[in-house]
């Protein structure tokens, strides 16, 4: 429900120079304070990443690269981005247009649907997993079996991405003056045209903010995965599921090189995503 | 010429709300519909001996606790770092700000080995621990470090916006006339960011009812023991008792679904 909040409120205007404290010199509680913030982020992420990385390095470069690049580390890696890939674009097109049926349009239900579509942020992922296996598993009430199929598991992202980029474009398309549609509307452009030429180039900062978040959603899934892909390795299996496997059978340096790449991934695309957002302001 | 033009915007505008109201109710309302009426289909009873197993019971109780300390630890976390970034200067505050946002980009199995890589019984933090009698990994302590660490950015989040847009001319205002440190905090920034507060809990608690990846990982996931509640859909699917894993599965999307209405309420209305 909030990672999308989150990462739109991110952002801190600088503070107003005339109250900056000149010297940064913290009092005794907030000194306290300082140190609790830093032992209480050390023990719970840091010092754990730390120890990821090291462990991943543990043989050296050459270790790590082994590990990533034996058959089935580098299958599920590449499963895991091309349907990270895949799961974007389909939600870049239907959140847009989701979010611009919610925010323009009106009909009965409107608001049921306004409701529903956090529901993927809020149900546990297990739970959505095993939804989704009673969909499209063996049992499927419509006779559709996707169970131990990409399509199974690509249906599973899709839904817990699904509100990204309608929970992205619907702050903008709020803002947006749409008297710059009507004046363009008005000298004779068309609906298509406006929105492409007008709506469209506001939107797209946002689409990409989504886009990139359910990206980086999508390549750390477990939980709604793990039952519908029924764990073949080369063919259903996604990294997160692998890096579970590894852990299993007491192999960690391989689990380990493998979420590192994994975290690679997700760190550099919301660190694009910031810079975008920066840049993005600069130039608005 | 002109009604032509509007019945094509009326057909596009049409055509758009269909196509959006296809997706979602194909993509998740069939889907979340079917949970209920699996989880129902042979009565109410059935659901409610499934849910009072003393197993799925157990389950319950641990998700609470683990839940409870995480959401404690987050909570004090939270109010602590969000004052300190909006309220005061100090070397090194970016980068605070920037690693708060880690968790956001690690996956939950990634959390889940990242946690035994260090805690774990043949590390020598872990072992030391074990002298001293505490087990962190697969027990209580691993599986609230991880709660934690896959909650940690929300209360934060929520609370530094909130900070900035009230200011500190209210606090100064209460310095100046004489209040403590502590009636400042009390009286006026806690009532002011409280609805924030709110939020950002409600947020931490959803996400620490829910874990499932990286508590799976650190807990064993031993039945009446380390098993939660979303541990226990999984296993209960996989031991053939379907019915066991609906009935809970249930349960857990119906304190979703109060976290979301919750969570309506408590959002500022911006718009009408």
Redesign the interface.
């Known amino acids: 429900?909030?990672?999308t909040?989150?990462?739109l409120?991110?952002t801190?205007?600088p503070a107003p120079t005339g109250r900056?404290?000149r010297s940064?010199r913290?009092g005794i509680?907030?000194g306290l304070?300082?140190g609790?913030?830093?032992m209480?982020?050390s023990?719970?992420?840091?010092?754990?990443?730390a120890?990821?990385s090291s462990?991943a390095f543990d043989n050296g470069v050459s270790g790590f690269w082994d590990a990533v690049s034996s058959p089935e580390a580098w299958a599920a890696l590449k499963l895991t981005v091309l349907a990270g890939l895949g799961v974007s674009v389909v939600n870049a097109v239907?959140g847009t247009?989701?979010a611009?049926?919610?925010v323009?349009?009106r009909?009965p239900?409107k608001s049921l649907?306004e409701?529903?579509?956090?529901?993927?942020f809020?149900?546990?992922?297990?739970?959505a997993?095993?939804?989704?296996?009673?969909?499209y598993g063996v049992q499927s009430?419509i006779g559709i079996n996707l169970a131990f199929k990409v399509s199974g598991v690509v249906m599973a992202l899709?839904?817990v991405t699904?509100p990204f980029v309608v929970r992205t474009v619907e702050p903008v398309l709020?803002e947006l003056d749409q008297e710059m549609e009507e004046a363009a509307v008005s000298l004779g452009a068309s609906?298509l045209t406006t929105f492409r030429r007008v709506v469209f180039p506001n939107l797209l900062p946002a689409i990409a903010s989504g886009t990139a978040l359910s990206f980086?959603r999508a390549?750390?899934?477990?939980?709604s995965t793990?039952?519908i892909s029924g764990n073949l390795p080369f063919k259903t299996q996604v990294?997160?599921v692998f890096?579970?496997g590894q852990?299993e059978s007491d192999r960690?340096e391989i689990?380990?090189a493998v979420?590192v790449v994994?975290?690679v991934l997700?760190?550099v695309v919301?660190l694009a995503l910031d810079g975008l957002q920066r840049w993005g302001r600069r130039r608005g | 010429m002109a009604s032509a033009t509007t019945a094509k915007t009326t057909a596009a505008r049409l055509g758009l709300r269909a196509i959006a109201i296809f997706y979602v109710g194909i993509m998740l309302l069939f889907p979340v519909g079917l949970l209920f009426w699996r989880t129902f289909e042979h009565g109410i009873q059935p659901v409610w001996d499934q849910l009072t197993t003393p197993s799925a019971a157990h389950a319950f109780r641990v998700t609470v606790i683990v839940a409870f300390w995480a959401v404690l630890g987050n909570t004090i976390f939270g109010l602590v770092t969000a004052i300190l970034l909006v309220r005061h200067e100090f070397p090194g505050k970016r980068v605070l700000n920037a690693l708060v946002d880690l968790p956001f980009a690690v996956a939950p199995v990634v959390v889940g080995l990242s946690l035994i890589l260090v805690y774990g019984p043949h590390t020598s933090v872990g072992s030391w621990f074990a002298d001293h009698g505490i087990d962190v990994i697969f027990a209580l302590p691993g599986m609230v470090i991880a709660t934690m660490f896959v909650s940690l950015p929300f209360v934060v989040r929520e609370l530094v916006p909130v900070l900035e847009e009230i200011g500190d001319d209210q606090e100064q205002a209460a310095w100046t006339l004489g209040a403590s440190r502590r009636q400042t905090f009390l009286r006026v920034t806690l009532p002011s960011i409280r609805w924030a507060l709110a939020y950002g809990v409600v947020l931490t608690l959803a996400r620490s009812l829910g874990e499932y990846g990286a508590i799976l990982v650190v807990s064993g996931n031993v039945i009446d023991h380390t098993q939660t509640a979303p541990l226990y859909v999984g296993a209960q699917y996989a031991n053939f008792n379907p019915q066991g894993a609906y009935a809970v599965a249930f349960a857990l999307a119906a304190i979703a679904i109060v976290a979301i209405i919750i969570l309506n309420v408590l959002r500022p209305k911006e718009r009408t």
Not at chain 1, 43 to 49: E, N, T
Not at chain 1, 115 to 120: F, R, S
Not at chain 1, 129 to 135: A, E, N, P, Q, T
Not at chain 1, 219 to 223: A, H, N, P, R, T
């Open positions: 429900m909030s990672a909040d989150l990462q409120t991110e801190h205007p900056r404290v940064p913290l509680r907030a304070g300082l609790f913030a830093t209480y982020l023990i719970v992420v840091l010092i754990p990443l120890a990821l462990k239907f247009l989701i611009w049926v919610l323009r349009d009909f239900g649907m409701a529903v579509i956090d529901l993927p809020a149900l546990p992922t297990i739970v997993g095993l939804i989704l296996l009673s969909l009430p899709l839904f699904l709020w609906r980086a390549i750390s899934e477990f939980g793990v039952l990294s997160a890096i579970y852990i960690p689990a380990a979420s994994l975290l997700s760190l919301l």
